[in-house]
């Protein structure tokens, strides 16, 4: 903050530039909350070097274009709680953010070179955010019912736009501009592009494109309600071998009429009134294979949520109505994750093993004795180039993925299961026919027959999901929420 002789030079300076009570704070580099906070009048008797003819008592401001004015604070508490009343959002406190066009840091810059040509040499400008959050926090706080927190996940955004922004722009940004740029008559520019062209500007030249100082108003604003994403995990079966596990477009077309992801996230979306969810799991199956056991470890970030009070004692509600709406999938274990553990569905995906169960056939015939040699190999190390029936969607390489243990029972002198625990990764079918040599060993070389997979199931996925400590939680809560 600068010093008493200073902040009243400051006062005298700026004094008939058309500039509010609140920016002349600013400016004197106040950083004092319980005086933002105060009305416009209780602000003039506090200080009492602000005559009314140092502070504009006109709406509008030459700063902050009435932005910090008492009715304007008012009218942005009016515009927020219209859209807080039209939305369904559920909040425990709130987050103001205020974004600024940059027509107020053109503005700015000017003051500030006023006064440092007026011998004022280091101005510490509070900055605009922040006086508006110390002057609309407690409207809000009033107005809402509810505590202003920086550590909120809901946020009431507004952004500014004045009718000259564009303008102010365009004019600053041709005085640096080659004549190339200029043919070209670009009207938008970022933050950045304007404050490196404001660093090389004079004061005479940002008197020109602002023109006379005046009180400014026609500062439009847009609100937008935005809360943190939740995410919800889980584990789900599908039963289906037509099923993908998301949606399958080709050229734009669908290829399937549903898929695993979408009859999750459908019923979560309608639930929390978000307005996107995003899908995720522990690796995948492919269309004609089955998750059984357990299931397949998920997890579903939901974008903007509104109604996000009651959740986590309803996650096995919202089971029920996406277990309820189809025979294709079914989903267990539903949880509200934190983000901090959500990491944990992709910690050591190579490293983690599954367990499958296929159903092989050979054409030549097989007995008990040539599947417990099989079997009785063990651990087997293979190498695996990318399967011909993935090459067009992934890059050619050559995986090393390991066969822990395998299992047979055979169903007659054709046919065979095969239960396999694998490294992660692994493909199973590839494994069993060879893939034209491209995984090696393989079933087929190793029985000396040839070898082919009718069916494939994936019986479990050895991840600890959702974290135990959660589901433990979740438990008591379902408990505490169904007692008398």
């Not at 996107?276 to 269309?287: K, L, P, Q």
């Not at 009785?376 to 243990?405: C, E, M, N, W, Y």
């Not at 047979?408 to 490294?423: G, I």
């Amino acid at each position: 903050m600068t010093n008493d002789s200073e902040e009243e030079r400051i006062s005298n300076l700026l004094a008939n530039k058309h500039i509010c009570t609140r920016c002349l704070l600013r400016f004197r580099g106040l950083r004092d909350a319980d005086v933002y906070c105060l009305k416009n009048d209780e602000i003039l008797l506090q200080f009492k070097s602000f005559s009314p003819k140092k502070a504009t008592t006109v709406r509008g401001c030459f700063s902050c274009f009435g932005i910090l004015d008492d009715s304007m604070a008012q009218e942005h508490a009016d515009a927020i709680m219209k859209a807080i009343d039209e939305s369904k959002f559920e909040f425990a406190d709130f987050l103001g953010q205020l974004s600024l066009c940059p027509s107020f840091a053109i503005h700015q810059k000017l003051i500030e070179l006023f006064l440092a040509a007026e011998g004022i040499a280091d101005v510490r400008t509070t900055p605009m955010k922040q006086a508006w959050k110390w002057t609309c926090g407690p409207i809000l706080e009033e107005r809402l019912g509810k505590l202003y927190s920086m550590d909120s996940r809901f946020n009431v955004h507004i952004q500014t736009q004045t009718d000259s922004a564009n303008e102010l722009c365009v004019r600053l940004m041709s005085l640096f501009e080659t004549a190339k740029a200029k043919r070209i008559r670009r009207t938008t520019f970022t933050q950045a592009e304007v404050n490196g062209a404001l660093s090389r500007v004079s004061l005479e030249k940002l008197i020109e494109i602002c023109g006379p100082w005046r009180p400014l108003v026609g500062l439009d604003i847009v609100v937008t309600l935005l809360h943190e994403p939740i995410f919800i995990g889980g584990r789900y079966n599908k039963l289906s071998r037509t099923l993908p596990q998301s949606p399958w477009l080709v050229d734009g077309e669908r290829r399937r009429d549903s898929s695993v992801e979408e009859l999750i996230s459908v019923p979560i979306r309608e639930w929390l009134h978000c307005t996107a969810t995003t899908f995720s799991s522990s690796g995948r199956e492919d269309v004609d294979v089955r998750t059984l056991g357990r299931g397949r470890p998920f997890l579903i970030e939901c974008l903007n949520p509104q109604l996000v009070n009651s959740i986590a004692a309803n996650t096995h509600r919202i089971e029920e109505t996406i277990n309820s709406r189809t025979s294709e999938i079914r989903v267990s274990y539903l949880t509200v994750i934190p983000k901090d553990k959500t990491d944990t569905i992709k910690i050591g995906e190579e490293d983690k093993t599954k367990t499958y169960r296929a159903l092989c056939y050979c054409p030549a015939g097989i007995d008990d004795g040539e599947l417990a040699r099989l079997c009785a190999i063990g651990t087997l190390d293979l190498i695996q180039k990318t399967p011909v029936r993935v090459l067009h969607r992934r890059p050619l390489l050559d995986r090393r993925r390991t066969i822990f243990s395998m299992n047979y029972q055979l169903v007659d002198e054709r046919h065979f299961y095969m239960e396999l625990k694998t490294q992660a990764g692994t493909y199973i079918k590839e494994f069993v026919h060879g893939d034209l040599g491209r995984t090696t060993p393989n079933v087929t070389d190793l029985l000396g027959k040839e070898t082919d997979i009718l069916s494939l199931d994936v019986l479990e996925v050895d991840v600890e999901w959702p974290p135990a400590c959660l589901l433990a939680a979740d438990k008591a809560v379902m408990t505490s929420d169904d007692s008398p």
